[in-house]
């Protein structure tokens, strides 16, 4: 079954597994992933990227009753959603041969949390290693190997603890989770592929990536919507793990610019995906309370230390052991050297600005109702202040009380998620 506006064909099709975005820009809505229901930002971001760039675009999404009644609506044009799964060989066949021939295949479907992978490391496999082999048979099966150019969404997390910093496209590979191990299997097949095959495909070894369209389970994310319910009143103090680990964060969007021009190449090649900029979550802490006005000063070591607001001395931050991952990378730097010289990639957020736009996102989301949506579709279907004449705010719980801004106090805000710092 398809999904589409009936728009006439673009010069380029993409093919893109994964999430994928719809709707007008005042409205952003996305549908989550397949297997995780996760926000999907990679896809949403790419999408719009190919769709400014004239593409036909064809996305696969995962079917479910609560999936089908949502997208019973107009897409934007120049976008068709297909129903099935990137575990279904059969059905991937099938999707492909009714496009045609496309001219790219974007690669983003994936089990993609890390902590997860610790407790599901068959389910991990089965989506992340054996989802892409299924994908690279598809397109064997249909002989498409000289006509579509494909790109795999690989990992940072590849490179494991303890590799020396900046890591290139040069740098030995350690794994040191079961996601992880599978992402090496999905790297190690698009080369074959590439190899044995002759298909032009690359990797994009991405670090870590982000925005406001990231889920609220990954630690960014996570951190900006709690200082969000900070800023509005709704909350006093959160949680979270590691305050050490360094990450190389950078725009979700720069990376799928990036991604598209690896397509744009004669040749298939990998390429790191980076910033060069390396921040402690201690410091993401910092500068997204920054954002608001206020600043974080540390108080105490390991599970004792604390972040407290130095305006008022009111602890905003607590560690909690409950969110360390059993094996952690520590170092994660990154050296785009390569995609800067051969692709002309250059990523355009810094961090400052990336943090800014997710916080003043998650305030706005807080005073509408939508910081705790349960899933990507709840926060599609809700309607805005503006459309339905409601603050939205009434479908928080409350306990009677509201702020001068019209905003109720939670009775309970949940602070505790599981953080995920995979790219």
Not at 294 to 299: A, G, L, Q, Y
Request: aromatic share 8%; hydrophobic share 35%; net charge negative.
């Amino acid at each position: 079954m398809a999904i589409t506006n009936g728009s006439s064909l673009k010069t380029k099709i993409a093919f893109i597994t994964g999430t994928l975005f719809f709707g007008s820009k005042d409205k952003i809505a996305d549908i989550p992933s397949i297997r995780t229901g996760i926000t999907g930002q990679d896809g949403s971001y790419l999408t719009e990227i190919l769709l400014e760039k004239g593409y036909e675009v064809h996305g696969l999404v995962r079917p479910t009753s609560q999936r089908r009644q949502a997208l019973n609506r107009p897409l934007r044009p120049g976008l068709t959603l297909h129903f099935g799964d990137i575990n279904d060989l059969g059905r991937l066949i099938q999707i492909l041969r009714s496009i045609g021939k496309p001219d790219e295949i974007y690669h983003l479907a994936a089990q993609s949390h890390v902590g997860v992978s610790f407790d599901s490391p068959l389910l991990t496999t089965d989506v992340n290693a054996l989802g892409t082999l299924r994908l690279f048979e598809a397109v064997r099966t249909l002989k498409l190997e000289k006509t579509t150019r494909f790109y795999n969404a690989a990992t940072s997390e590849l490179y494991g603890s303890d590799m020396p910093a900046p890591q290139t496209e040069e740098t030995p590979f350690y794994p040191v989770s079961p996601y992880a191990v599978s992402k090496l299997f999905q790297f190690w097949s698009t080369v074959n592929f590439r190899e044995a095959y002759g298909i032009t495909a690359s990797n994009g070894i991405l670090f870590n990536h982000e925005s406001p369209r990231r889920g609220t389970t990954f630690v960014t994310r996570k951190i900006t919507s709690q200082v969000a319910l900070v800023a509005c009143g709704l909350s006093e103090e959160f949680e979270l793990g590691n305050l050490n680990a360094v990450r190389d964060w950078g725009h979700a969007r720069d990376y799928m610019r990036g991604a598209h021009l690896m397509l744009q190449q004669p040749k298939g090649g990998d390429y790191v995906l980076a910033t060069g900029q390396a921040y402690s979550v201690r410091q993401f802490v910092e500068i997204a309370f920054r954002v608001i006005g206020s600043t974080i000063e540390w108080s105490g070591t390991g599970l004792d230390e604390i972040g407290i607001d130095s305006a008022s001395g009111k602890v905003r931050i607590r560690v909690n052991p409950e969110f360390y991952r059993p094996v952690d990378n520590e170092n994660l730097l990154g050296c785009a050297a390569k995609a800067k010289r051969e692709l002309g990639w250059e990523p355009e957020f810094t961090l400052e600005s990336l943090v800014e736009e997710m916080v003043l996102s998650d305030i706005d989301l807080v005073k509408t109702g939508r910081i705790f949506s349960t899933t990507c579709i709840d926060w599609m279907v809700c309607e805005t202040p503006k459309e339905s004449g409601n603050t939205g705010v009434s479908a928080l719980p409350t306990n009677g009380k509201h702020e001068a801004n019209g905003v109720p106090v939670l009775e309970s805000v949940p602070l505790k998620y599981p953080e995920v710092l995979a790219a």
